[in-house]
Each structure stands twice: as structure tokens, then as C-alpha cells.
């Protein structure tokens, strides 16, 4: 298996710190009350599709593991949990994969294929086998308090469901960055007898896949607040940020990139004297985030949930300008997860507007008396969501969107560099159904239809006819054959019908071994 120099950088990052946790665990004497558990899964997946490409749903969301050629790859994944009679909690884990590129399909594309665009390779991958490591963490944990360092998949709500995984900015389609993240899950105020609570995360990362600013950092940081209006009702408000900063840019060079500089990017505030003209206008480096706004019914026998998501790009957006842009959803869903249909998605999208149609104004006659040399005032308006003048690659990583996957990503030009998104102002309708055939087949159904507006100012002619868009998957998890053969067999049929991407229906196999182990000590 070939590790490529930036999965180096990340396995660098991340080495250290597993290495200390494990043999912290493995060289103390377990005693009373101490529990260690050991998970793995070992799956072996095969890919094929009619197109050049597989399907849209095929690929997306499942954190940048699979490729977009036809062909074959396993993934092997463990986790280590150590307990201690303290409450402390040890863990880390690995996920690597290995793809098999036949040849004549040597094309590794960064993304479904928009019709009419010829994506360059991202990665470029020749025939035989090449691998990632695409989970490589180890972390501490006590009752509420959680640090975890290296690359983790981060969790995702309704159940594969979503298009998002309820987080329009992190939405878990593109692969995972190295760094740390601390974080304080949900937490009783005292004194407010269970009505309040509070949550969240503080962190720092790095990119490593090829961009335009190289080596570019990663700032983020939550704060959520969950509200007990009834007893089985619950109101949640969250606000989420992530930045960009640093790193290398070919036309400017080095980016500000002192403890001083990550003061101003933690507090949005513009940059000093060795800044870009425009970040000294606006914020230092590229600034985004999410506005939550969630209700959630707990009744006895199910949970139904109303969420609005709303993305920001710039002030305009924090200040509600641009609503109603956001993704909605409605989700009905059972404990039962042995019915029938267990459970219901339903997600409106919408990000038309943007905050407005323009991002300035010309200056007034008597502005112009007062301040002759400031003719323009920004009113907000064009936000231009995943986009950014200095960072040009935007909110992508390895050539797929990070956020919400509808947002198309720039077919990568022939530096091989992915240029932000070609099209975010897009409208629609997703539905995902979820349950147990005969009580005993788990499978998942999802069905996505949208209007692709592109952006204010089209970078593709593909956008200025509105294409639409039609996408559908089914996923089925099939019950072990045998008590004797602990081998599962999962499939998935995916299509893509419409004017976006090429049409063509694709399949996916795979095989899998999974087993956990766990002892407790008295």
C-alpha cells in the first residue's frame, strides 16, 4: 500500500498521540471496576456503474471514502475503548483503505461528473492498488469533557438519511482533516432544574490535500443551547464557525500566520498591516458557519424533529439577511427500528437569495461629501456561499464539497486544483425513508430532485439553463447467512436522471467482517 506525502503528514500528526494512549492502556495493571473493548470491521467493496462515473448518492456522504470509478477497495476500521473505575475513558482508533484501480479506468474523479465537463483526476492513480488513511485518532474522556487528536470521522444525525447529516457546513462528504478538537457534550446548567443545557467544541486542524494555499489551517468552535419548553418538547440553538487561515498562497506567498493572527481569527477581526487588501477590508483569512435552529417532540414511541439550517459566509448572513436560506428538515422517527418504516426524512433546500442580489452600493451624493474617497458601501447581498477571493479552493477538500453536497463543486482544471463551488444557489426536495423489510432487511431510500441555479455570476454556461436534477438510492443490509460465516453483504443501486450529471445507474457491493470484544475486570 502506497501512503501519499500529505497522508504522511497527517499519520505524523496523528502517531504520537495513539501511541501514548494505547500504551498507557496496555502497560497499566487493569484493576476493579476497569473495562477494555475492541471493535473492528473489515469490508471488502465492489463499485460499478453505466456512465464513466458512479451516481451522485453512490458516493456522497459516506466521508470521501469512495471513489468515483468503477472498481474495488477495502476498508478496515478498529476502535479501543479503556475504561477506568475513575470515569476516565481511553480510546483510538484507525480506519485505512486500499483501492484497486483496474486499468483503463486509471481516473480517480473528485466528484460525480457535471454533464458536459471533464473532470481531471484527483488524486492521479495508475493501475493496481494505492491507500489512505482516512481515520487515525486516539483521545481522553471524562463524563462531559472529550479531546480527541488526529483524524475522526465526526458523528452524523438521521441515520444516513439526510443530506447533510444535520450540519449544512460539515456534512461528512469530504474527507477528514488532521488536528484537535475538545469538546463538552451536553451539560445541565445548575440551578435551572433540567431546563437548560449547554454544549460545545473548540478546535484546530489542517488541510492536506493539494489547494490553492497550500498547508492552509483550519480554525473551529460551537456553542449549542438546548431548552426544555415541556417536558417532551425541546428547543435547540446553535451557532457554528470554521476558518480558514494561513498557509501558502502562489500569487501573495506566505498568509499571516502569528499567535496574533490566530487571535484575529478567532475573533473575526480584519488583518494587520501584512494582510490582503481585502482581509484587511473584512475578516483575516476565510470565515464560515451554520445558525441552528431545532425542535424536538419526544413522545413514547417516536421523536419528531424540526430543524432550519442556516449557512453564513460573511456578516450579512449572521445578521439574517440571507433568510430563508438554509435547509429544513422534518424527521419523523420510531424506536422501533424493526418496522416497516421506521423512519421518515423530509429536507427543503433553498439558497437563492444570499442576503440580496447585490453586495454594494455606489455612494450617495452627500457620502460623497463626506468621505470623497469612499464610493462604494457594502450593504451585504452575493454571499457567494463555499466561495473566497484569497482561499480560492474554498469549502472543498480532495475536489468535494465539505458542506452541503448539492453545492457543486469546479470540475478541477488542468493544474489539477478544484476552485471552490460552481453552483450554490440551488433549490430542492429530498425525502429519505428508512425501516426493516419483513422485519429482519434494514434498508435506507432516498430520492433528491433540485434546480441548479449556479452562482450570481456564472462560472459554467451549464447553469444559465437552470438544469434539474433527479437522484435516487437504495441501500439494503443483508442478515448474516449463517451464525457460523460472520461474513454481512450490503448492496446499494443508485441513478442519476436530469440535466446536471450524466445519466447512469451504478451498484455497489460489499462484504463484510465485524466483531467487538469486551471484558470488564472485578
Not at 499519520?11 to 473495562?35: D, E, H, K, N, T
Amino acid at each position: 500500500m502506497i501512503l501519499t506525502g500529505n497522508i504522511s503528514k497527517a499519520l505524523r500528526c496523528a502517531c504520537i498521540p495513539a501511541a501514548a494512549v494505547l500504551a498507557a492502556a496496555l502497560c497499566s495493571a487493569p484493576a476493579s471496576g476497569q473495562s477494555i473493548e475492541a471493535g473492528w470491521d473489515i469490508s471488502l467493496y465492489g463499485t460499478g456503474a453505466t456512465g464513466k462515473s458512479l451516481p451522485f448518492w453512490a458516493v456522497t456522504g459516506k466521508n470521501g471514502i469512495f471513489p468515483n470509478t468503477h472498481g474495488g477497495f477495502i476498508v478496515a476500521d478498529t476502535d479501543f475503548r479503556y475504561a477506568m473505575k475513575s470515569g476516565i475513558e481511553l480510546h483510538a482508533g484507525v480506519k485505512l483503505t486500499g483501492y484497486a484501480v483496474p486499468k483503463g479506468l486509471s481516473d480517480v474523479y473528485s466528484a460525480p461528473l457535471v454533464k458536459g465537463y471533464e473532470a481531471s483526476p484527483l488524486p492521479k492513480a495508475s493501475p493496481g492498488w494505492s491507500g489512505n488513511a482516512e481515520e487515525l485518532y486516539a483521545g481522553i474522556g471524562w463524563k462531559m469533557l472529550r479531546l480527541d487528536i488526529g483524524m475522526i470521522d465526526r458523528s452524523a444525525d438521521y441515520g444516513g438519511l439526510s443530506l447533510t447529516g444535520g450540519n449544512i457546513v460539515w456534512s461528512g462528504n469530504a474527507r477528514n482533516v488532521p488536528g484537535y478538537n475538545f469538546q463538552v457534550e451536553w451539560t445541565e446548567i445548575p440551578g435551572t432544574k433540567g431546563i437548560l443545557a449547554l454544549k460545545a467544541n473548540y478546535a484546530d486542524c489542517m488541510t492536506i490535500d493539494d489547494r490553492y494555499v497550500d498547508n492552509a489551517l483550519l480554525h473551529n468552535k460551537s456553542l449549542y443551547a438546548k431548552i426544555r419548553l415541556h417536558k417532551r418538547v425541546y428547543l435547540k440553538l446553535g451557532l457554528e464557525q470554521w476558518s480558514l487561515w494561513g498557509g501558502t498562497a502562489p500569487d501573495t506567498g506566505r498568509q499571516p500566520h502569528s499567535f496574533k493572527d490566530y487571535l484575529r481569527i478567532v475573533c473575526g477581526m480584519s488583518g494587520g498591516s501584512d494582510a490582503t487588501a481585502s482581509d484587511r477590508v473584512n475578516a483575516l483569512g476565510d470565515h464560515r458557519g451554520r445558525e441552528l435552529i431545532q425542535v424536538d417532540w419526544m413522545a413514547d414511541s417516536f421523536t419528531l424533529t424540526f430543524a432550519h439550517d442556516i449557512p453564513f459566509d460573511d456578516g450579512s448572513g449572521m445578521g439574517m439577511q440571507n433568510f430563508p436560506d438554509g435547509v429544513n428538515t422534518l424527521c419523523l422517527s420510531f424506536r422501533d427500528k424493526n418496522r416497516w418504516v421506521s423512519d421518515i426524512l423530509y429536507e427543503f433546500v433553498y439558497t437563492k437569495w444570499q442576503s440580496g442580489t447585490r453586495h454594494d452600493r455606489p455612494a450617495k451624493p452627500d457620502e460623497l461629501e463626506r468621505d470623497p474617497d469612499k464610493k462604494f458601501y457594502i450593504i451585504g447581498g452575493r454571499d457567494n456561499y463555499f466561495n473566497n477571493g484569497e482561499y480560492k479552493s474554498g469549502w472543498t477538500a480532495f475536489g468535494r464539497t465539505i458542506g452541503l453536497p448539492l453545492f457543486t463543486p469546479m470540475p478541477a482544471g488542468a493544474d489539477g486544483l478544484v476552485y471552490g463551488v460552481c453552483n450554490n444557489r440551488v433549490v430542492a426536495h429530498h425525502i429519505g425513508i428508512a425501516g426493516s423489510l419483513a422485519r429482519k432487511i434494514p434498508y435506507r431510500f432516498k430520492a433528491t430532485w433540485s434546480r441548479n441555479f449556479g452562482q450570481y455570476t456564472q462560472r459554467i454556461g451549464l447553469f444559465d439553463s437552470v438544469p434539474e436534477q433527479l437522484s435516487l438510492a437504495l441501500e439494503v443490509d443483508f442478515p448474516r447467512f449463517s451464525a457460523r460465516i460472520p461474513v454481512a453483504v450490503s448492496a446499494g443501486i443508485y441513478g442519476d436522471v436530469g440535466e446536471l450529471y450524466t445519466d447512469c445507474f451504478g451498484l455497489t457491493v460489499r462484504l463484510s467482517y465485524t466483531g467487538n470484544n469486551k471484558k470488564t475486570f472485578r
